[in-house]
């Protein structure tokens, strides 16, 4: 009897692909395994068996596996292969796209050697070679007499081995503690050779493990406790809850002792987090609770480590809590009992490219229920689509509306800079009121963050006499002076250019730069405040450098934090007394009808920063708009007030939650073909779908990246239609053009849900 099995491979084809399977490998392809196929002329891959099924395809001639590279146990567990499928329909990208992210490298080679792709980390080790085992170390050592370097290197190995005191054999003794104790190396390679002793290899691995002593988590307050009682009730009926709790009102906490249960009855946790940069801060408080129960997996682990936690999580004895950043999502869990996704709100758990174009926190959920694990949700400002789901009773709903300790929340003082800079009382980028609060906060011994979400010295490079900007070769896109290298940098797709001092247009040197970024906030403040001890965080200056940007803050080594909406990320720091935000309008302008709640989002994370012990914290908020709804209800501290007012415009326009937004780019090397095919498209999918359902096509704000033009089709679908009936139309309508993409090379990719 012939059986074929369904694999998915890392391509980006929609199909699943057919293989046979040979006799002797009948009994090894199972569901899940991995299993290494030829591909294509002169290429082999790493796949995963998706089925196994008796069904030979008619259309082509299938090709046999070669081998099966998972032993009893499968690589990737039933409920991931459910997953796989669900991230595919549901976020319109190839199963071979989602098993890139899934899988570590390691674990999906496609070299020729692919059994040995992933390499244990092994030590050597010399011990008493067959011939000698059982003899009596006087007689090995008479043996070499005539040899003393000799001698003394057997000599050596016995006192390290511990023969004199240890009656059950010998401990182990690595080659590399017997070299530091010897002074002949090359008398050690005789010695070897001779066959006294011999060589062989212990797997080790990589994980590092915790040395620090355990304690026990904090008591939780009243309020805390309340909260904790909150969420194991709605757990009873809901299978996901979201913990809506204002900044430093101990969330962290509550999870620990969520988590802490779990653990005693021997359940799985997933604990998510946005940012690795915050990864490492919670990691200490976790570790101090967990020790070695704990984990940490994100993408900036080596490749080898996540290859072999994802193998720990499949042995009969894996970690019990993960922590990670988006990619955790991932790995496989045998007993899953909770998810917690913290700052759920957070636009870094949503991938942008390459696809799959996944949100981790509507992957958890969906991985949560495939494993009848329950999911907690946790934010100050939750995503208004979260909160919704709350508010309408689809989620359990718990509010945690005091700081811990009765902590006043921060004293927000809204500055109008338009109204300051008329009378002429700024001092370059601050206000009076900003440059006196920072100076009485370093005065008092505390510490202040600065939130400003731009990079770089400035924004743009103008000619001051004919206007002319500085632009990249490759995209539609102003270039941003960075001072630190004397380089004007393209932030999509990376080019760096040498300044222009001389106008290419007019010959005039009347060049200047307008707009600014961090390294100009750093060098005014340096300016006004020589005394402040300026660090510098966003993705330009803390590449792999987060730790150490974070230790020194927390050690009072800097006093000054200057970031991006990294520094917003529920980092929680003992001595912050000042938060100052210095363009608080920036984002609210944007052409997006997230503006507003992004906006309130980033500032209400940051300015949580301030006061979060015995002190209350001040906030001074930099804005040319002190009226806007926005501002307003940040500074009355009115998150429903402002969901209540928002949401009101979301039902009148049916943006999100009352429908699912999907953005379909269409990119090409030529404007006016992408413009063609786009409005092809936008005709069949407005049949498909309804005049009123699709916008566009639209050029974007930045409309050429990388000599590509891009025009956008955004499609706002009803809640009745489900993603796989949206599937089935969106492929119907590309079959339709399939011929006139093809002709035009236009490519064509999917953000659904975008952020």
Same mark, same amino acid.
């Given at each position: 009897?012939?059986?074929?099995? /369904?694999?998915?491979?890392?391509?980006?084809?929609?199909?699943?692909?057919?293989?046979?399977?040979?006799?002797?490998?009948?009994?090894?392809?199972?569901?899940?395994?991995?299993?290494?196929?030829?591909?294509?002329?002169?290429?082999?891959?790493?796949?995963?068996?998706?089925?196994?099924?008796?069904?030979?395809?008619?259309?082509?001639?299938?090709?046999?596996?070669?081998?099966?590279?998972?032993?009893?146990?499968?690589?990737?567990?039933?409920?991931?292969?459910?997953?796989?499928?669900?991230?595919?329909?549901?976020?319109?990208?190839?199963?071979?796209?989602?098993?890139?992210?899934?899988?570590?490298?390691?674990?999906?080679?496609?070299?020729k050697n692919a059994q040995t792709a992933y390499k244990p980390k092994t030590e050597c080790f010399v011990r008493i070679s067959g011939r000698w085992e059982t003899a009596h170390p006087d007689t090995v050592l008479e043996e070499l007499k005539k040899h003393p370097k000799q001698q003394d290197i057997l000599r050596k190995y016995y006192e390290l081995s511990g023969f004199n005191h240890n009656d059950n054999g010998y401990k182990p003794v690595s080659k590399r503690l017997l070299q530091e104790q010897i002074e002949s190396k090359s008398a050690l390679q005789t010695v070897l050779k001779n066959n006294?002793?011999?060589?062989?290899?212990?797997?080790?691995?990589?994980?590092?493990?915790?040395?620090?002593?355990?304690?026990?988590?904090?008591?939780?307050?009243?309020?805390?406790?309340?909260?904790?009682?909150?969420?194991?009730?709605?757990?009873?009926?809901?299978?996901?809850?979201?913990?809506?709790?204002?900044?430093?009102?101990?969330?962290?906490?509550?999870?620990?002792?969520?988590?802490?249960?779990?653990?005693?009855?021997?359940?799985?946790?997933?604990?998510?987090?946005?940012?690795?940069?915050?990864?490492?801060?919670?990691?200490?408080?976790?570790?101090?609770?967990?020790?070695?129960?704990?984990?940490?997996?994100?993408?900036?682990?080596?490749?080898?480590?996540?290859?072999?936690?994802?193998?720990?999580?499949?042995?009969?004895?894996?970690?019990?809590?993960?922590?990670?950043?988006?990619?955790?999502?991932?790995?496989?869990?045998?007993?899953?009992?909770?998810?917690?996704?913290?700052?759920?709100?957070?636009?870094?758990?949503?991938?942008?490219?390459?696809?799959?174009?996944?949100?981790?926190?509507?992957?958890?959920?969906?991985?949560a229920s495939m494993c009848k694990a329950k999911t907690l949700l946790g934010s100050a400002t939750p995503s208004f689509e979260s909160f919704a789901n709350a508010v309408w009773e689809k989620y359990g709903f718990i509010t945690l509306n005091q700081r811990y300790n009765n902590v006043e929340l921060p004293d927000v003082q809204v500055v109008d800079i338009a109204e300051m800079q008329k009378k002429k009382y700024m001092q370059g980028l601050f206000s009076p009121q900003m440059t006196e609060a920072v100076r009485e906060a370093l005065q008092s011994g505390e510490q202040v963050i600065l939130f400003h979400n731009r990079r770089g010295y400035s924004g743009t490079v103008e000619c001051k006499e004919c206007g002319r900007v500085q632009k990249c070769n490759c995209c539609d896109v102003s270039l941003t002076y960075h001072k630190n290298s004397d380089m004007a940098v393209c932030h999509y797709c990376g080019r760096k250019y040498k300044v222009e001092h001389i106008c290419p247009e007019c010959g005039s040197q009347n060049i200047v730069e307008r707009g600014y970024g961090t390294e100009r906030v750093a060098e005014q403040l340096n300016l006004l405040i020589p005394e402040a001890k300026i660090a510098i965080m966003d993705s330009d200056t803390s590449k792999n450098r987060y730790e150490d940007i974070i230790r020194d803050f927390q050690d009072g080594i800097t006093n000054v934090l200057i970031g991006t909406q990294m520094i917003s990320k529920g980092f929680d720091f003992d001595n912050v007394s000042t938060v100052g935000v210095l363009q608080a309008d920036s984002m609210m302008n944007l052409p997006d009808f997230r503006a507003a709640e992004r906006t309130y989002q980033l500032i209400a994370q940051v300015t949580g920063r301030a006061g979060r012990r015995q002190?209350?914290?001040?906030?001074?908020?930099?804005?040319?708009?002190?009226?806007?709804?926005?501002?307003?209800?940040?500074?009355?501290?009115?998150?429903?007030?402002?969901?209540?007012?928002?949401?009101?415009?979301?039902?009148?326009?049916?943006?999100?939650?009352?429908?699912?937004?999907?953005?379909?780019?269409?990119?090409?090397?030529?404007?006016?073909?992408?413009?063609?095919?786009?409005?092809?498209?936008?005709?069949?999918?407005?049949?498909?779908?309804?005049?009123?359902?699709?916008?566009?096509? /639209?050029?974007?704000?930045?409309?050429?990246?990388?000599?590509?033009?891009?025009?956008?089709?955004?499609?706002?679908? /009803?809640?009745?239609?489900?993603?796989?009936?949206?599937?089935?139309?969106?492929?119907?309508?590309?079959?339709?053009?399939?011929?006139?993409?093809?002709?035009?090379?236009?490519?064509?990719?999917? /953000?659904?849900?975008?952020?």
């Open positions: 009897m012939e059986l074929y099995a /369904d694999i998915i491979l890392p391509v980006p084809l929609q199909q699943l692909f057919t293989y046979g399977i040979p006799a002797e490998l009948v009994s090894s392809v199972i569901p899940g395994v991995r299993v290494y196929v030829p591909f294509g002329r002169g290429r082999h891959l790493t796949g995963i068996v998706a089925s196994v099924h008796k069904n030979k395809p008619t259309e082509y001639q299938t090709k046999e596996i070669i081998s099966v590279l998972d032993g009893e146990t499968p690589m990737v567990l039933p409920y991931q292969l459910k997953l796989i499928e669900w991230i595919s329909r549901y976020y319109l990208c190839a199963p071979g796209d989602v098993m890139k992210v899934l899988l570590p490298g390691g674990l999906r080679p496609e070299a006294y002793l011999e060589l062989y290899n212990v797997e080790i691995g990589r994980l590092p493990q915790y040395r620090g002593k355990l304690v026990e988590p904090y008591s939780l307050t009243p309020v805390q406790q309340e909260a904790f009682e909150g969420i194991k009730d709605s757990f009873k009926d809901k299978n996901i809850s979201l913990l809506y709790g204002v900044t430093s009102s101990g969330k962290t906490e509550i999870y620990i002792k969520l988590i802490k249960e779990q653990l005693e009855q021997g359940k799985q946790v997933l604990y998510l987090l946005p940012e690795i940069a915050l990864t490492t801060q919670i990691m200490h408080r976790l570790q101090q609770v967990f020790g070695d129960k704990l984990c940490i997996y994100h993408s900036n682990c080596a490749d080898n480590i996540r290859a072999e936690i994802w193998q720990h999580q499949l042995s009969d004895n894996p970690f019990q809590l993960i922590l990670g950043a988006r990619s955790a999502v991932m790995l496989p869990f045998r007993d899953l009992g909770l998810v917690i996704v913290d700052e759920e709100h957070e636009t870094a758990y949503k991938q942008e490219d390459p696809a799959p174009r996944y949100n981790a926190r509507n992957v958890a959920i969906i991985m002190k209350r914290g001040k906030v001074i908020l930099q804005t040319r708009q002190p009226e806007h709804e926005a501002i307003k209800q940040l500074e009355a501290n009115s998150y429903r007030a402002f969901f209540n007012n928002q949401m009101e415009e979301r039902h009148l326009f049916a943006y999100p939650p009352y429908s699912r937004i999907t953005t379909i780019k269409l990119k090409g090397k030529y404007a006016n073909k992408v413009e063609a095919v786009a409005e092809s498209l936008c005709c069949i999918l407005r049949k498909l779908f309804g005049k009123d359902s699709i916008l566009g096509p /639209d050029a974007p704000i930045v409309s050429k990246v990388n000599m590509l033009h891009i025009r956008n089709i955004i499609m706002k679908i /009803d809640h009745k239609i489900n993603y796989i009936q949206t599937r089935q139309m969106i492929d119907y309508a590309l079959s339709c053009i399939k011929t006139e993409i093809q002709n035009q090379d236009i490519r064509i990719s999917f /953000d659904v849900d975008p952020l």
